[in-house]
């Protein structure tokens, strides 16, 4: 089996069927299965793959694991010579599964690789980046220092925004809303960091796959659109509290610098969590 592509579901029913038919369509001359792992999802998510999308192998996990646990049960499920991890609102261009295949095994040093993201409006969305720093959370993409000075020098290190995404090239990490992995790389430096619920565990898998040997690489010719959209708007206080926890696990397990500075960093993610607790209060 050349590609396994791996789909994370929960409450997915409004995109998953277009994610799955856009891979069903792209697949090209590859051979390959899909498997939606599904966080027990309440809105008919299931029934509905198996209805509409048979071709699918359905892998229920009897709760919601998050991210990182659910991307491990399919790569475990799976038998492909690569992984494909996908969110289920990502829509996968025809060639763009040959294209990531094609760049890997041409690289055999290449363990995750990632495609040129588009928002839903066409535009690049910065999904390649450089790894994060203590200064990342004050001037990440959504952050308020980032809106009101965009041109900042902080967020166009981490962006990579002076890039115009159009060469292949070597980054430090790619998002997990769309990446390619190696499965020889996966059983050398392990899966994802189940520690992590949701968010974070893409960078830190790319941190440990460059750890264990392998690149973390951008393919220009795979093209995937994410309905980033999709997932905005009021989320639950357990999604904010477990992205801002995944965080500081991060900075702990790869950005130890001194206890004074560490301190100072888990202080102001905690600062952060308060206020869109608050600001999600409000939604209400």
């Not at 995937?224 to 991060?250: F, N, P, Q």
């Amino acid at each position: 089996m050349d590609l396994s592509a791996v789909v994370v579901t929960w409450n997915s029913r409004a995109h998953v069927l277009e994610c799955l038919r856009s891979l069903d369509r792209a697949r090209g001359a590859l051979t390959m299965d899909v498997f939606v792992v599904d966080n027990a999802s309440s809105d008919d998510t299931v029934a509905l793959v198996e209805r509409e999308a048979p071709f699918a192998r359905v892998v229920q996990t009897g709760g919601n694991l998050g991210y990182a646990k659910a991307v491990n049960r399919g790569i475990a499920a799976s038998t492909g010579e690569f992984v494909l991890v996908l969110n289920p609102d990502c829509v996968v261009a025809p060639g763009a599964p040959e294209a990531l295949v094609a760049w890997m095994r041409s690289h055999p040093r290449s363990g995750l690789a990632g495609p040129l993201i588009r928002n839903t409006d066409g535009s690049v969305e910065y999904s390649a980046r450089s790894f994060p720093d203590h200064f990342t959370f004050l001037f990440n993409r959504y952050s308020l220092l980032t809106k009101l000075w965009p041109g900042n020098p902080w967020t166009r290190r981490y962006l990579l925004s002076d890039w115009d995404h159009a060469s292949d090239r070597e980054v430090d990490w790619v998002s997990g809303a769309a990446m390619c992995a190696r499965r020889s790389a996966v059983e050398r430096a392990g899966g994802m960091d189940e520690t992590y619920f949701m968010f974070n565990e893409d960078v830190d898998w790319c941190h440990t796959m460059k750890k264990a040997g392998f690149t973390v690489d951008f393919v220009a010719a795979a093209e995937v659109t994410h309905h980033i959209g999709a997932s905005k708007g009021r989320v639950s206080d357990k999604v904010i509290l477990e992205r801002h926890r995944g965080m500081i696990h991060y900075f702990r397990k790869h950005h130890r610098v001194n206890p004074l500075v560490d301190g100072l960093a888990a202080a102001f993610i905690l600062l952060r969590a308060r206020l869109m607790l608050a600001a999600n209060a409000l939604r209400r």
